[in-house]
């Protein structure tokens, strides 16, 4: 098993676009500040934080034996004019031939070719790409990752007691299946804002390797 022809493409856009419904998350609910998670291939997840599916800030819809998710967080910013950046992470090797996107990519193996543009530079990480402000939480995600072992509801729970100011957040944490076919895929909308932390980070500590999405987002309440 490896981490092998891992893609990354970031577009941007300013508001989303259509109206989209998972429980009480409806993203036609202002302020215009919502983000989305949705990919398949994801074969466990865990939240803490403001609890999922209670109210309309926080939904989660999603099925293990399929293997797929969406995620849903109203986020609350100061300015709700920035822009939401859109990141799609595949395991293919079909990039998209339109010049319009700005597109990265980045291919990880167990072999030293690393890509890690993260605060933390732990030799065990072979993959980590932040989408996050703020670096606090970002090193609190990292650290949790590293000492989970590949669980993500430990992930979870790790980065709720590290982070030293957890009101109003609502943590999430995405176990890709490294094994999925079709290969696993994740678009992930983010806000460069102090509210918002994505981490996309894959590593191996004591047994196989695994890949976590985290983020965590202060929500309205």
């Known amino acids: 098993m490896a981490f092998t022809k891992i893609f990354c493409v970031l577009l941007g856009f300013v508001a ?13 609910n202002s302020p215009p500040s919502w983000l989305k998670t949705a990919g398949h291939g994801l074969n466990d997840w865990a939240t803490i934080g403001v609890p999922v599916n209670k109210g ?8 293990k034996t399929e293997e797929v998710v969406e995620i849903f967080y109203h986020i609350n910013i100061s300015d709700t004019s920035k822009t939401i950046q859109t990141h799609q992470i595949q395991f293919d090797g079909n990039l998209s031939n339109d010049t319009s996107k700005t597109i990265q990519t ?3 193996q167990f072999d030293g070719n690393l890509t890690n543009d993260c605060l933390n530079q732990d030799p065990r990480i072979h993959y980590c790409i932040p989408f996050c402000e703020n670096d606090q939480l970002q090193l609190a995600m990292i650290d949790a990752a590293l000492m989970a072992n590949g669980n993500p509801n430990t992930a979870a729970i790790l980065t709720f007691s590290k982070f030293s100011s957890p009101e109003n957040w609502a943590f999430s944490v995405i ?22 932390c994505s981490v996309y980070v894959g590593m191996k500590t004591f047994g196989d390797p695994y890949l ?4 965590g987002g202060v929500v309205l309440r």
């Open 16 to 28: 989303v676009l259509e109206a989209d419904v998972i429980g009480r998350c409806n993203t036609d």
């Open 56 to 63: 309309g800030s926080f939904c989660l819809e999603g099925n």
């Open 106 to 108: 980045h291919q990880v």
């Open 175 to 196: 176990n890709v299946n490294l094994n999925a076919n079709p290969e696993a895929r994740l678009v992930i909308q983010s806000f460069f804002d102090p509210a918002w």
């Open 212 to 215: 976590f999405e985290m983020q």
